[in-house]
């Protein structure tokens, strides 16, 4: 009869188990390989990126309005000179463009002086001190062409490749193809200006044809920072977590009968965000634990700045985070508070400028003294340039300048940028592109290869269509990429 076996002690239980423990470890971290590699069905799991590039999260900073091309990124002295008189007779001008110069008008040369600023020698308006200091870090897309002149539909086309309202925004194609990083907040956020809301809204973050998990979500300025994330009043976490566990399974058992309804599926997801926000959004919004040098640094200690500033040192937070794609919006509407300046423009770029000069460059600063510029992507955009001269025949003494398709000018830096790098080059009156335009859609492929996104293959099938950013595909701008 066999000897009956010893009673097991705890250290020989553990010495048992040892191999047991760490296959446990080693299947959680292989779940996360999993995930990353973009096997699972979850819309926020990171995803493999196509292209080995740096940059994991993009700030994107929209200028709501047009912003004057010759009176801050493009030098045109012969504007100057022709200040106050028609421009000269110009071939080839074709659209919107050539209705304009068939109507009276009248150049109007900057205001502004222009110098060179760093290794580069590439000149800067007057009306961007602090940003001036970073200018070997950015790279220029001069004379860019989006379809149309109008303000809603090329809000649209800049924002999301299309001049007509249902398509998926930038932020969210680059979280449909990347997933997010931090599972505690969206990986879409946008700031918009604290004085209000930009043409077309909501719009202009919006998911699109694409599953709903991908639209932005709004930060309010103030308050809670996003809309009823609050736990109500008297009810505790213990308690909250069972009514989401009972809500969770109820909508499953619901979910099981309806395939391919992705709002649903947004719904059910969000419930559970929303649980974890509840602490990780009220934290990233409380800046009490950030030095007084990084609050100046924002500019957050002027009334003028602080606005922006504000927006500007959330979206380095948000970066810290593991957030995928910020957009930042500054301007409102049509008026006082947008870079729409048909009238005096150049006391528009004065007050727009001394908004956001400061702040950028305070970005732009913090990302590199973090060592976080290096996998981040900036990006600096408007919906359109503007005209060299004005429809009158007459200058005035606040003259301005009219919508122009053909100047819209943009700049990157951040991950593989190559700081100093220019393409595209506008005519000596920053009138349009000098050989084939650029157009948006080239910038827009530009921006997925640097987050590491091959426009040809990021694509959703809508309607019987396959669909990508692009659309018909853009051309990679090769000069600006490191």
């Not at 760490?22 to 196509?50: D, I, N, Q, V």
Request: net charge neutral; proline share 6%; charged share 20%.
């Amino acid at each position: 009869m066999p000897a009956p076996n010893p009673p097991i002690t705890r250290r020989t239980f553990l010495n048992r188990s040892w191999n047991g423990i760490g296959a446990l470890g080693l299947a959680g971290l292989l779940g996360e390989e999993f995930m990353a590699h973009g096997k699972s069905s979850l819309p926020l799991t990171p995803h493999r990126p196509h292209l080995p590039r740096k940059a994991k999260q993009c700030i994107f900073l929209f200028m709501q309005g047009g912003v004057s091309q010759m009176d801050s990124f493009e030098y045109r002295p012969r504007l100057r000179e022709l200040h106050g008189k028609p421009l000269p007779e110009t071939p080839n001008i074709h659209g919107e463009l050539q209705g304009r110069l068939s109507f009276p008008h009248v150049c109007i040369g900057s205001q502004f002086e222009f110098q060179r600023h760093g290794q580069t020698g590439r000149y800067l308006s007057e009306l961007f001190p602090h940003l001036s200091h970073h200018v070997d870090d950015l790279a220029f897309i001069h004379g860019i062409k989006t379809d149309n002149q109008n303000h809603g539909p090329s809000t649209y086309h800049v924002n999301t490749g299309s001049e007509f309202p249902g398509s998926p925004s930038v932020g969210s194609w680059i979280q449909y193809g990347l997933g997010s990083l931090n599972q505690n907040m969206p990986g879409y956020v946008v700031i918009q200006d604290p004085r209000g809301a930009p043409v077309n809204g909501a719009a202009i973050w919006a998911n699109g044809y694409l599953p709903a998990a991908h639209q932005g979500t709004l930060l309010r300025p103030s308050g809670v920072p996003i809309l009823n994330l609050n736990k109500p009043s008297g009810l505790s976490s213990k308690e909250q977590r069972a009514e989401f566990d009972i809500l969770g399974r109820l909508n499953r058992q619901h979910l099981e009968s309806r395939s391919n309804q992705s709002s649903l599926e947004a719904r059910i997801a969000s419930y559970e965000l929303a649980f974890r926000m509840q602490t990780a959004a009220p934290e990233i919004v409380d800046l009490g634990d950030e030095p007084e040098s990084v609050r100046k640094l924002y500019g957050l200690d002027s009334a003028k700045t602080h606005g922006f500033g504000r927006q500007c040192l959330l979206a380095r937070r948000l970066v810290e985070r593991g957030v995928r794609f910020t957009l930042l919006v500054h301007g409102v509407q049509i008026g006082k508070h947008s870079w729409d300046d048909h009238g005096d423009v150049g006391g528009g770029m004065i007050r727009h400028c001394s908004e956001v000069d400061r702040p950028v460059a305070g970005l732009l600063e913090d990302l590199k003294q973090n060592g976080l510029l290096d996998e981040t992507l900036v990006v600096w955009a408007s919906e359109m340039g503007r005209t060299p001269f004005r429809n009158a025949t007459t200058v005035g003494k606040t003259p301005g300048r009219e919508h122009n398709s053909y100047g819209l000018c943009m700049w990157m830096a951040g991950g593989n940028v190559r700081g100093g790098a220019t393409a595209g080059q506008t005519d000596e009156y920053s009138l349009r592109s000098v050989g084939a335009p650029i157009h948006i859609r080239d910038v827009h492929a530009t921006i997925l290869d640097l987050m590491g996104l091959d426009d040809e293959r990021l694509t959703y099938t809508h309607a019987g269509r396959v669909r990508r950013l692009t659309d018909i595909g853009g051309q990679t701008l090769k000069p600006l990429i490191a």
